[in-house]
T-cell receptor
Framework: AQSVSQHNHHVILSEAASLELGCNYSYGGTVNLFWYVQYPGQHLQLLLKYFSGDPLVKGIKGFEAEFIKSKFSFNLRKPSVQWSDTAEYFCAVNTPNTDKLIFGTGTRLQVFP | DAGVIQSPRHEVTEMGQEVTLRCKPI?????LFWYRQTMMRGLELLIYFNNNVPIDDSGMPEDRFSAKMPNASFSTLKIQPSEPRDSAVYFC???????????FGDGTRLSIL
């Protein structure tokens, strides 16, 4: 069965620090990969997605993620975080032609001014 | 462009009562998903529909939970009888087609006393 691992459960950073959140999945075939963000008290919103092509994906708000097939990873990065990036971040995966998304357990990011 | 609409936003009720959560997906979306989010278990997929047909209900906790989608623009998640351990935020999401990102509603925060 597919699974998604987010090893960082809680990350605390100061503003302007660089961010990298890990995401690993277990599935040997072709996958679609997503990062969602959930701001406090809000619903999940799509941050970026990878279906095919350039493995370096640019998303909203300066976020990017790199798909490394050999490592089964899709880590999220941002060079300089802001206080407003405080949120929970979820990595998710599905396989082509399926509806079901498998979510990781989430990483809570706190950014202090 | 209206997003996924859920109602009610908050529900507080006593254990043993029937609870009905409602969801209106984005018009034109073919797939609808119900999730439950708790601190302990994270984001769990309960059930999803494709073209109004339940495809996978393996995440439904027990027989007290049921979901219906009588038409393309409406779905309900019912808990009867409710228990305190059902307290959570319940999200509905919809997507246009397989492989496409899911769009989430604002959620229903359910508290069972």
């Amino acid at each position: 069965a597919q699974s998604v691992s987010q090893h960082n459960h809680h990350v605390i950073l100061s503003e302007a620090a660089s961010l990298e959140l890990g995401c690993n999945y277990s599935y040997g075939g072709t996958v679609n990969l997503f990062w969602y963000v959930q701001y406090p008290g809000q619903h999940l919103q799509l941050l970026l997605k990878y279906f095919s092509g350039d493995p370096l994906v640019k998303g909203i708000k300066g976020f990017e993620a790199e798909f490394i097939k050999s490592k089964f990873s899709f880590n999220l990065r941002k060079p300089s975080v802001q206080w407003s990036d405080t949120a929970e971040y979820f990595c998710a995966v599905n396989t082509p032609n399926t509806d079901k998304l498998i979510f990781g357990t989430g990483t809570r990011l706190q950014v202090f001014p | 462009d209206a997003g996924v609409i859920q109602s009610p936003r908050h529900e507080v009720t006593e254990m043993g009562q029937e609870v009905t959560l409602r969801c209106k997906p984005i018009s034109g979306h073919n797939s609808l998903f119900w999730y439950r989010q708790t601190m302990m278990r994270g984001l769990e997929l309960l059930i999803y529909f494709n073209n109004n047909v339940p495809i996978d209900d393996s995440g439904m906790p027990e027989d007290r939970f049921s979901a219906k989608m009588p038409n393309a623009s409406f779905s309900t998640l019912k808990i009867q009888p409710s228990e305190p351990r059902d307290s959570a935020v319940y999200f509905c999401a919809s997507s246009y087609d397989r492989d496409q990102p899911q769009h989430f509603g604002d959620g229903t925060r359910l508290s069972i006393l």
